[in-house]
């Protein structure tokens, strides 16, 4: 099968089929703000504004990467691109391997038409490295996109439960490093849904990445996607075993937010992994993200229109919003004050 229909398969599973985790959970619940019945502000007041490599955004909102190298996967990064230009957003393409092994589908990734002013991200799976790939592919990726920084995903679980998958990822930090000292764009290290720990995060830094997106568990289980492509019994029971592994989102936030304050590190961490509406954006921002990632939300409304893609992100901003202003944060800054955000528990003390 090739890279190109693999992506087609993921794009009709994701629609079609129920993949999410069951049991494991993003982990934001276990957080709540306390409620603040007179904010002293005018809700016209509330900044979600952010600025990202130079850029601004209207929110710190990331359209995570998730398809290209189909016709069908090109209509959807043109709409998606439509829609973080109207809205002020950011995106991220899907992995551009297929465009780099077959220039016709290079098409399917050119955004940059469709949002001229937006921040958006090339993308390339990291354990390419290990096959052939190196920095002159990073400078195609980023190029065929006209992209402001490279995303290299971190997918070793998915990929070992592939038939086709890449398998040996021994040695890959310091052709990491190589890439983040020559690229000349930041270079971004993304896990696909299942979590970044505090001692990968350190590794990721010291290669010297800009940032890192912990994409944690508790949203698609990208296994349980696997085990619907599964063409023998032995890979799906394989594939159907992980269905609920890795570190929720909260929590792997947690630990690279650590991971960075142990470092003396300022570099920005994006959080993505089951986050569904504007509460969970502004919990993930109030636990230390500097930009929110979601996919499933803006999948669904893809498929109707670019409007709707619009109409989905403006509901999020507003949740988002409207949260800051019950919480009494005026904008990104003050929702990290501590006690704004607190466990659960601590409602009751």
């Known amino acids: 099968m090739s890279h190109s229909e693999r992506k087609a398969d993921h794009i009709r599973i994701n629609l079609e089929e129920d993949v999410d985790f069951h049991r494991l959970s993003s982990g934001f619940e276990n957080f709540h703000f306390v409620h603040q019945a007179l904010p002293e502000m005018d809700l016209a007041e509330v900044d979600t504004g952010s600025t990202l490599f130079g850029k601004r955004l209207a929110a710190p909102i990331l359209v995570s990467s998730m398809t290209g190298g189909t016709s069908k996967a090109g209509l959807i990064n043109q709409r998606l691109a439509e829609a973080v230009q109207e809205r002020g957003l950011a995106l991220g393409v899907g992995s551009q391997r297929a465009a780099l092994e077959d220039p016709a589908a290079a098409a399917s990734f050119a955004v940059r038409g469709y949002a ?78 299942w979590g970044i720990s505090a001692a990968t995060a350190r590794q990721l830094m010291d290669a010297g990445v800009s940032a890192i997106d912990v994409a944690g568990a508790g949203g698609t289980s990208w296994s349980e996607v696997e085990k619907h492509r599964a063409p023998n019994e032995r890979l799906r029971r394989l594939a159907g075993a992980f269905r609920e592994w890795g570190i929720p989102t909260a929590a792997s936030l947690a630990q690279v937010v650590s991971a960075r304050q142990a470092a003396a590190s300022h570099i920005p961490i994006f959080a993505s992994g089951g986050i569904r509406n504007g509460q969970e954006i502004a919990k993930a921002v109030a636990l230390g993200a500097d930009l929110v990632g979601l996919a499933g939300p803006f999948l669904k409304r893809v498929m109707d229109s670019t409007r709707a893609v619009v109409e989905e992100m403006e509901i999020l901003e507003a949740e988002m919003r409207i949260a800051m202003f019950a919480a009494g944060a005026i904008d990104l800054a003050a929702l990290r004050v501590p006690g704004v955000l607190v466990p659960a528990g601590e409602l009751y003390v």
């Open 116 to 193: 001229p002013d937006a921040l958006i991200f090339a993308n390339l799976g990291a354990v390419q490295f290990n096959y052939g790939y190196g920095v002159d592919e990073c400078r195609r990726a980023v190029d065929m996109v006209e992209a402001d920084a490279l995303i290299l995903h971190l997918n070793p679980l998915q990929e070992v439960l592939q038939p086709e998958g890449d398998t040996n990822w021994r040695g890959l930090l310091p052709k990491i490093e190589s890439v983040c000292r020559t690229l000349g764009v930041p270079v971004i290290a993304k896990e696909v849904g």
